[in-house]
């Protein structure tokens, strides 16, 4: 249970229901187990409907018809998503400076939270999207831009490394690279 949310698996509920069939338990027990802290039961994000026997078993309640049949990342259970540092579309301007086999982008892959990851691509506003100034691979790909002009030449991966680092820690980016894959 988190906060006033708890989630729910189709097999618990499925337990439930027999447990009620069984006798083992009463329906307004179960309905109670549900419907902890006044009914902020939560089967997160994906769009499938309770099994029949689930819903049976729950009856027809506002609350029950707001749940869904949900996987790990639905549920919240799985860790947050991997996204690059290193903007993937220009794969080829990190390669030329010495991104390549294991220092590869897809080393440098950090999990954030839906949430943040859409805060730094859209600014706190989705219609924004990748307009935003601040958005992160404008911003990146420009300060990494302003830098080579600024030097005259090409930055080398270290230089590349340190300039993305500072702008990671204003943005709150967590420095724990996780391995990603491409895209």
Known sequence: MVGSRMVVSA??????????????????AASAAVLIHGGQVMMAQAHQDLP??????LGDSPEVRGMHETGRAGAGMSDAPK????????????????????????????????????????GGNWKLGRMWPGEWNRMIMRTLGDAETKVGRMLTRNEVLDIVA??????????????????
């Open 52 to 57: 029949k026997g689930v819903r049976d078993a």
């Open 83 to 122: 996204h690059h540092v290193f903007p993937d579309e220009h794969r080829a301007w990190f390669e030329k400076r010495g991104f390549t086999g294991d220092m590869d982008i897809d080393q440098f892959c950090v999990r954030l939270e839906q949430a943040h990851h859409e805060a730094i691509h859209g």
């Open 166 to 183: 500072e702008r990671m820690r204003f943005y709150a980016i967590p420095m724990r690279f996780t391995k990603g894959s491409r895209r």
């Open 11 to 28: 097999e618990w509920v499925e337990m439930m229901r027999r447990l009620v069939q069984a006798g083992v338990i009463s329906v307004p």
